[in-house]
């Protein structure tokens, strides 16, 4: 056996659409990585610009056997969509890495991760870290903030810490996620962290950043807004969109409670309890410790809302607004889907 071969393969997943601007740099990156035993697993997302010759190009650079295109590839889903049914694909060939289109991997982002989630041995493990900030040109980077200690269930239904272009689970965490039923309107890396924290996984949050996070007019998730804009911006939205999608997000769960951790079903039902019920329920909810935000400004808000908003019902979820992937801050902050 070649010292290659006992190193683990990764499948990374790459949606694209309308990414050929700077879709080379990061494939450019991806050849610069230390873990140099992985495997691009891509879909197009119905791309009308040269997206495709771009991937067929770095195909032929590397080999079909490393650079395979999805047989799903070509209908557009939507981002969010279409990383989950990369997911699908591909949950049982061993640990996954999802990638985005415009981003530049740092060349550790995938030997950290990997060497990371091996030491937590066999339980569902999913890896994240923090980020460098930078503009269109790569330029001007800012740190991502950190999240330590790292949240767990409940937290996870308040909160995203898991971007998913630094996102890396083992086989066990992928398989898990596959085969849940995702939620309509869910974003993929927030809804691995929900179950694999839900199911007991185990979260690793890496405090060095991994990669450089372009932020441009064109990001399908994630913009750059300072914090004063996210809080203005939150205000204004309302509370239905975070609400809805946490209650979506609970259902989900419930259809899997044999699944959950002990002490997950116990919160779940007391979360789900408030979601339906009244002021009391919700009262009682809110007193959970584990049912917080990080910060105490994002807090304050998360309870306000909690106490006082009402999701859209269930049975009425045709005519309820989808989660959009863009109201996403790139930096977790007032915006309460992040």
């Known amino acids: 056996m070649t010292a290659t071969a006992q190193i683990p393969s990764v499948t990374i997943l790459l949606s694209t659409f309308n990414g050929a601007r700077f879709l080379p740099e990061q494939l450019n990156s991806l050849l610069e990585q230390t873990h140099t035993n992985w495997i691009l697993y891509w879909r197009d997302d119905g791309s009308a610009d040269n997206t495709i010759a771009v991937m067929q190009d770095f195909t032929q650079k590397i080999g079909p056997a490393r650079c395979i295109r999805s047989p799903s590839s070509g209908p557009h889903l939507g981002a969010s969509p279409s990383f989950l049914t990369l997911l699908a694909e591909t949950a049982n060939t061993g640990p996954i890495a999802f990638a985005d289109q415009d981003d530049v991997w740092l060349p550790t982002k995938l030997q950290r991760a990997i060497t990371q989630i091996t030491q937590a041995g066999p339980q569902p493990a999913l890896y994240c870290a923090r980020q460098l900030l930078v503009n269109e040109h790569l330029q001007n980077a800012k740190l991502s903030v ?18 998913g272009n630094t996102l890396v689970m083992n086989q066990q965490a992928a398989s898990l996620v596959a085969s849940l039923q995702a939620p309509e309107g869910t974003v993929h890396d927030w809804w691995s962290y929900i179950a694999v924290t839900a199911c007991g996984g185990h979260i690793i949050f890496d405090e060095q950043p991994q990669i450089l996070y372009r932020l441009h007019k064109n990001n399908l998730i994630g913009r750059a807004q300072p914090l004063p804009g996210r809080a203005i911006a939150a205000l204004r939205r309302g509370p239905e969109i975070f609400m809805t999608m946490m ?92």
């Open 146 to 163: 950190t999240h330590q200690p790292v949240p767990s269930f409940p937290a996870s239904l308040t909160q995203n810490i898991a971007n």
């Open 247 to 338: 209650q979506r997000h609970a259902d989900a769960l419930a259809a899997n409670t044999g699944r959950l951790t002990q002490t997950a079903r116990s919160d779940l039902k007391l979360i789900q309890s408030a979601l339906h019920g009244n002021l009391i329920n919700r009262l009682q909810a809110i007193s959970c410790p584990r049912f917080r935000r990080r910060t105490w400004l994002e807090n304050t808000l998360f309870t306000y809302w909690f106490l006082t908003a009402s999701p859209q019902p269930t049975q009425t979820q045709s005519r309820t607004p989808n989660f959009d992937p863009q109201l996403r801050p790139a930096t977790a902050g007032t915006d309460l889907s992040k």
